[in-house]
């Protein structure tokens, strides 16, 4: 599934056990792809919004793996990640 900027579900999948696990895993990748698309678009109504690169970090997902659901480099998600900590205790 490719989203309105070019991402691609199946560039995120990790190895998996079993196919059902990996079909299960594709498919919920493929939700949250949606689901961070459809709050990015939302992102310039809400400015003062925690960002979306803060709350999946927050989640527990990697920086890589943040940088292909948000269509980043990984650099730069590191950046942002690195900013918002900084905003927060300073």
């Known amino acids: 599934?490719?989203?309105r900027t070019g991402r691609k579900a199946s560039?995120?999948?990790a190895l998996a056990d079993t196919?059902?696990?990996a079909q299960t895993?594709?498919?919920l990748l493929a939700l949250l792809i949606?689901?961070?698309d459809e709050r990015e678009a939302r992102?310039?109504?809400r400015p003062k919004q925690v960002r979306t690169e803060v709350l999946l970090s927050r989640a527990g997902l990697s920086s890589s793996l943040i940088a292909t659901?948000?269509?980043k480099q990984p650099g730069a998600v590191r950046t942002a990640l690195s900013r918002a900590k900084s905003d927060k205790t300073g």
């Open 1 to 3: 599934m490719a989203g």
């Open 11 to 13: 560039s995120v999948v």
């Open 19 to 21: 196919p059902q696990t």
């Open 25 to 27: 895993t594709q498919l």
């Open 34 to 36: 949606f689901a961070v």
């Open 43 to 45: 992102a310039i109504e």
């Open 69 to 71: 659901l948000v269509n």
